[in-house]
């Protein structure tokens, strides 16, 4: 398989195929992340991605992404750097720079938002994930049925309010505290890297893998997005014949 | 009385008149680049032809293709400024940011974000700041902008932000023309906002294209009502057509699947528009088209209307044959040049209508340039056609049962009487279903507001509103045993106290007499 490094627009359109088809139904569209990522690229940064047997020993690894109700994040988009400063409060409370981002589901809308933070911190993000697809909670990932403990992490919305969670009694709770369907942006937890590593190993390498996907699905794109690609070629017949 | 219907479309103008449920006579004749002369030319020809007196119309229905084609063309689209309410949310993703960079050029690309907009719950976001606002309009004037696009976070759940920030705006720029997106769309934002700009940017070339329609009928000797279909079939007046030219862009299909299905009876089948270039299917479902369930593109511009499910190909009577190894149909196509360019015509160039009457389906023009590519050669293309239609219908079948293909348009000659193992039913008029659908459009009925359920049920609260669009679908000329629901949707409010809900719903009936 070849191994992604970098992400440009191309890749971008490949991603949001597969991490729809790895959303699996579920983890809303990454459409809109899609959009945010590629402007990014058009402001010039750049969405480095690195294998994780190239981050060193001790890296600190994050992983991060949105929750709440999908149906939400069509209406009410993000400011834009709510996961930024989420990640900074981070840095601070751990007194350490963070190194890479990693998704905690490949699948859906939280398939950018990693791109998206790493390309404005400037740091790579992990071609991996902690669940190979998109699920209901975060204590599902790979890394959590290990035990791994979501704590510190920290939460920031689009209006500049952060919060960052010394400890928490489990990953059941601390999904809970944004109570209600906001959409606030999690920054979830350090994640060391050989913990990374041992559990996270049967996903990898997920964003490689949601790529070829994409392709492979946009090859057979007859099958995918089938509305809107339908719906264009009819309208567009006058200007290009597809 | 009887009714006319009339399509214009991007190559032709159809008109046909029905008597009642009857289809009278049917006409074609090319669209002209003012329009206005070529839906004269068809009214005076089907009115000639039928031997009809003017003053025996009751209603006159247009289905058009117009609008979407200036969006498609990128043509004639006004300068358009956007507003949206929404800060400090949203700000990463500025109005327009997913279209073409063709066609942001040509309505612009003005953009404004200011505060505003709700939470999912109603609460704001942040509240509207008036001088903000006031500013914004000053620099809108600057530029000498006089159609708005105002869209706002969840205003589909609470509009008043938006109709706030209209009246600020309005005050400074009073000669302005305001579109709301909540008055436009559903749930997301990037989507309703794209149909709120694209409806602003129309509203000039809809204003002048009504009134062309008016002098049209006025010229043919006409006074009566005229109707212009919308994207459900149903029937718009001249001034919401004005305030609403979006609602006409799925329009063409609806029509063409629906003449479809009245002309032939049939309520379940796919329906196979083939044209001069492409080639539509989509499906029909009880005698309504199947609505496509995700987001639609309209010229590259993400919208999410409900429309029709269509499915489109290169393939048409026109489509270019490469009849030597390896054999290609389409994409290209001579188009309306088939009468001097296509071989049965004495042209040079091999089309798909050529190979048909080459192997005997029809009979127009000389069937012996065509001839001269050998038998063999010719059922090698046609199996190449047959497998294109096969594939698209296939696509957009949705029943197991073996459903009729209805076949239309005046490219339908390339299938014959089965489509894989499907049956074919060609319509005695295929040429003018459009102009049949549009004839046939429907009367509705629709409530939008919002109901408390703290007293009553929901389903009890959603039969009110279905008395009440059936009401006043009764008193707008609808058929009352005719009325069903065509659409139904209700949001619950948890912002307001009493268990709010919004319910919108639309019924629609066959126009009496």
């Known amino acids: 398989m070849d191994s992604l490094r970098q992400v440009g627009e191309p890749e971008l359109e490949a991603i949001e195929v597969g991490a729809g088809i790895l959303g699996t139904g579920g983890g809303g569209n990454p459409y809109i992340g899609k959009l945010r990522c590629r402007e990014e690229l058009r402001r010039g940064r750049r969405i480095d991605v690195i294998p994780l047997q190239e981050l060193d020993d001790d890296a600190l690894v994050v992983s991060l992404g949105g929750i709440g109700a999908p149906v939400v994040g069509v209406e009410k988009i993000e400011q834009g750097e709510e996961c930024l400063r989420a990640l900074q409060a981070l840095e601070q409370e751990l007194g350490q720079k963070i190194d890479a981002t990693i998704s905690s589901e490949i699948g859906g809308a939280n398939s950018m938002e990693p791109m998206l933070t790493a390309a404005q911190a400037g740091i790579p993000v992990v071609d991996g994930d902690g669940m190979g697809r998109a699920f209901p909670e975060m204590q599902m990932c790979t890394w959590s049925i290990y035990g791994h403990k979501s704590s510190p992490s920290a939460m920031a919305d689009e209006k500049g309010n952060i919060v960052v969670f010394r400890n928490t009694a489990s990953e059941v709770w601390l999904e809970s505290w944004p109570a209600r369907p906001l959409s606030p942006w999690v920054q979830l937890p350090e994640s060391r890297l050989r913990r990374c590593e041992e559990n996270s190993s049967r996903n990898l390498p997920c964003r490689t893998r949601s790529r070829r996907l994409g392709r492979w699905a946009r090859r057979f794109s007859t099958l995918m997005n089938s509305t809107a690609i339908r719906s264009r070629r009819y309208l567009n017949m006058k200007t290009a014949v597809c | ?513």
């Open chain 2, 1 to 513: 009385m009887y009714r006319i219907g009339i399509d214009v479309g991007g190559t032709n103008t159809d008109a046909v008149v029905m008597d009642g449920n009857k289809l009278v006579l049917g006409v074609k004749s090319p669209t002209t680049e003012d329009v206005t002369s070529g839906i004269v030319a068809s009214l005076s020809q089907v009115l000639k032809e039928s031997e009809i007196g003017a003053d025996q119309i009751g209603a006159v229905m247009i289905g058009t293709t117009h609008f979407t084609n200036a969006v498609v063309e990128r043509r004639r689209l006004s300068k358009t400024a956007a507003v949206r309410l929404c800060l400090p949310a949203a700000e990463c993703l500025p109005p327009m940011v997913d279209w073409p960079d063709d066609i942001r050029d040509t309505v612009g690309g003005h953009y404004w974000m200011a505060k505003g907009g709700n939470e999912f719950d109603g609460r704001e976001i942040s509240s509207i700041d008036e001088d903000e606002l006031r500013g914004i309009a000053d620099e809108i004037g600057k530029k000498g902008i006089d159609t708005i696009a105002i869209s706002s976070i969840f205003s589909p759940v609470n509009g008043e932000m938006e109709q706030k920030a209209r009246a600020v705006l309005a005050e400074r720029l009073p000669d302005a023309n305001f579109t709301l997106s909540s008055e436009i769309g559903r749930l997301g934002i990037l989507e309703r906002e794209n149909a709120a700009i694209m409806n602003a940017s129309l509203r000039r070339l809809s204003a002048e294209t009504v009134e062309a329609f008016g002098k049209a009928l006025q010229s043919a000797g006409l006074n009566c009502p005229c109707f212009i279909t919308q994207n459900d079939g149903t029937l718009m007046g001249s001034e919401f057509v004005k305030a609403y030219p979006v609602l006409t862009f799925a329009s063409g299909p609806t029509n063409s699947m629906r003449g479809a299905s009245f002309l032939t009876g049939e309520q379940d089948a796919v329906v196979v528009d083939i044209g001069g270039t492409s080639t539509d299917v989509g499906s029909i479902i009880k005698g309504f088209p199947r609505q496509a369930s995700t987001s639609v593109d309209i010229g590259g511009v993400r919208t999410n209307f409900r429309m029709p499910d269509v499915f489109s190909i290169a393939l048409g009577g026109g489509s270019i044959v490469e009849p030597d190894d390896p054999i290609r149909v389409g994409p290209k196509s001579v188009g309306y040049k088939i009468h001097t360019e296509g071989l049965l015509f004495g042209g040079r160039t091999p089309t798909t209508t050529d190979v048909a009457v080459g192997l005997g389906f029809a009979e127009i023009g000389d069937a012996e340039p065509a001839r001269k590519l050998g038998s063999e050669r010719l059922g090698a293309i046609c199996e190449i056609i047959d497998e294109m239609v096969v594939n698209a219908v296939e696509r957009m079948r949705v029943s197991p049962e073996k459903i009729p293909v209805l076949a239309v348009g005046g490219g339908s000659i390339l299938v014959r009487d089965k489509v894989g193992e499907l049956p074919v039913v060609k319509p005695e008029n295929f040429a003018v279903a459009n102009a049949v659908g549009a004839a046939i459009g429907q009367i509705s009925g629709e409530v939008d507001r919002i109901f408390s359920l703290e007293k009553t049920s929901r389903d009890e609260a959603l039969e009110s509103a279905r008395k009440e669009a059936t009401e006043k679908a009764i008193s707008a000329g609808a058929k009352p045993d005719s009325i069903e629901i065509l659409d139904q949707e209700d949001v619950p409010l948890a912002y307001l106290p009493g268990n709010a809900t919004r319910i919108r719903l639309k019924v629609v009936g066959d126009l009496d007499g």
